[in-house]
């Protein structure tokens, strides 16, 4: 599949992300501006930014974001402002702890609740920190994510000292839920290869927050 691509089918995998808590107004206006030019799917920014103008791209923001430790309903209140105030799809954090206790049921409430405070169409993703969990526990909350309603499941936040995306990661989200769910991944893709592989592994949307260096790429290894 990775094959067939060029830049442009690549920036349609892409969420063009900033997220740093020092960013500005004047930051993500950019960060439009960039991700209109890039031909990119949507832009995903802080919740504070809303409503923004982005250019006929989609809007994507967090929730929960980045420890998931807050009660599930803070984080349905916080993702009903978001859609509120003109988001289309919502990135929430899970209580990653609950994770690691193997409370996958209250995981899944958990995500339950925000997706009922985020009707269709609003794309609900889930980020499960995968860098932080075992294999077993990685299939368990994706499994968690399905039976509440998610729309994809998400690798990391990029702020974990963890780690972010990992094609083991991918792949095992892949064969737990894809062909249902969509499959994010982001935290730590840099370079065109490493958002082929991830690609490649099943990933069916990606977060970047160096998206012109990674579809740039394409021109300077002469194409893929």
């Known amino acids: 599949m990775t094959q067939s691509l060029d830049a442009a089918a690549l920036a349609q995998f892409v969420d063009h992300t900033l997220l740093k808590p020092e960013a ?41 974001f980045p420890s998931g430790k807050h009660h599930s309903d803070v984080k349905a209140a916080e993702a009903a402002r978001s859609v509120a105030d003109g988001a289309d799809e919502v990135d929430m954090v899970i209580d990653v702890g609950a994770a690691k206790e193997g409370r996958f049921a209250d995981v899944q ?33 994706c499994r968690a994510a399905e039976a509440a309603g998610a729309d994809f499941v998400k690798t990391s936040t990029g702020f974990h000292p963890a780690g972010g995306a990992t094609v083991h990661a991918v792949e095992i989200m892949n064969a737990t839920v894809g062909g249902r769910l969509g499959i994010k991944a982001s935290g730590g893709i840099r370079t065109t290869a490493d958002a082929l592989a991830m690609i490649e592994a099943g990933a069916t949307r990606l977060g970047l927050s160096g998206t012109a260096a990674v579809l740039g790429g394409f021109e300077a290894d002469g194409g893929y």
Not at 24 to 39: F, I, K, P, W
Not at 113 to 139: F, G, N, Q, W
């Open 109 to 141: 409430a958990d995500i339950a609740a925000v997706r009922a405070a985020t009707p269709a169409p609003v794309v609900l993703k889930v980020i499960i920190e995968s860098a932080a969990l075992s294999d077993h526990e990685i299939v368990e909350v």
């Open 24 to 64: 500005t107004r004047a930051d993500v206006e950019a960060l439009v501006t960039e991700g209109a030019s890039l031909g990119v799917y949507s832009v995903c920014v802080s919740p504070s930014f809303l409503p923004l103008d982005a250019q006929g791209l989609k809007v994507a923001t967090v929730c929960g």
